[in-house]
């Protein structure tokens, strides 16, 4: 289920491992620009697009609302955004739980072992 997926996120990003996966992106996400709060997409919103994020940490007590129609969220997953640190709080911000529980967020991955990477092909 949808909710023992985002209790094995949890579970990996309380022991240090982050989780790469793809989320739709909706026109909400603009909200998050300044401090990374990224609402979820109220029922007249269109997908804009799909987005790849890393997930970091979580945090089951923050509130994220969205302006356009009032709605609020409990529960985020603290994620890392590719678009540089001007976005959202140095390029950090807050993905609903939501999102992985109405499956806007789907293919998690999480690296184990660091044998499973060939490093050589990062550039130091």
Known sequence: SEQELLNS???????GHPAMFGFS?????????KDGKIPF???KERIEGGHAIVAVGYDDRIEIKNPHNRSK????????NSWGTSW???GYGWLPYEYVLRELAQ???TIIKKEWIDTGQFIE
């Open 9 to 15: 996120i949890k579970t990996y990003l309380a022991k």
């Open 107 to 109: 293919d998690f991955w």
């Open 25 to 33: 992106v909706y026109s909400s996400i603009r909200e998050a620009e």
């Open 88 to 90: 959202g709080e140095g």
């Open 73 to 80: 969220t409990k529960g985020a997953l603290l994620i890392r």
């Open 41 to 43: 997409p109220s029922p």
